[in-house]
């Protein structure tokens, strides 16, 4: 019964002594212990709560929150600290070794946090899909025949498909979006 309400309250028993029967009477060396726990509430993109829950803190002073369980257990790319009056505050930085909090919190306390969800790879699959289809199409519809100047250039040695051109137009634009300050660097 004695265990089972330490169990509850997250209480560690700690005996400098073997454990022995159960029929015997309690060790007076016996020492309770409670381990630091935060009350965490979630919310996703400022939407919620999601989930609220007791987190128990880590690390050697036993004021970190245990950052990368939070991020794998919801599909979380990142979390920020949340104000439901104000919105999104900082990002909740972590060790990389440990998945610790850099910054500590108190035994007790309520955290307000808001997680950012993982892009997921359809998304973005799909958007270049889309462009290259509608940019063929559109290659298709207003260029009836090939033009002069690309049969005398003649790449690839026979005709050149509209869908080659639609490829090259946004792997250019991409391209450009991507180096943008990098060419500004350069000067250009």
């Keep these: 019964m004695e265990t089972e309400n330490a169990k509850e309250t997250g209480e560690i028993e700690a005996s400098n002594e073997a454990k022995s029967d159960p029929g015997s009477p309690p060790n007076p060396r016996t020492v309770k212990t409670k381990v630091p726990e935060v009350e965490i509430r979630l919310y996703r993109r400022g939407k919620g709560p999601i989930d609220v829950f007791r987190s128990s803190l880590g690390g050697w ?14 599909g979380f ?42 892009d997921s790879l359809i998304k973005p699959i799909t958007k270049i899909l ?35 051109l639609a490829c090259i137009v946004i792997v250019f634009t991409r391209m450009r979006k991507r180096t943008k300050d990098f060419l500004k660097k350069l000067g250009w």
Excluded: M
């Design 61 to 74: 002073d036993q004021d970190q929150l245990e950052v990368r369980d939070i991020l794998e257990k919801y």
């Design 77 to 118: 790319k990142s979390i920020y600290a949340y104000n439901t009056e104000s919105g999104r505050g900082v990002p909740i930085r972590f060790h990389p070794r440990n998945g610790r909090s850099i910054i500590g919190y108190k035994d007790g306390s309520v955290v307000y946090i808001d997680g950012e969800p993982k």
């Design 130 to 164: 889309v462009g290259v289809a509608v940019i063929t199409l559109l290659i298709a519809l207003v260029v009836k025949d090939t033009p002069e100047w690309i049969k005398k250039l003649n790449i690839l040695g026979g005709d050149f498909p509209p869908w080659v």
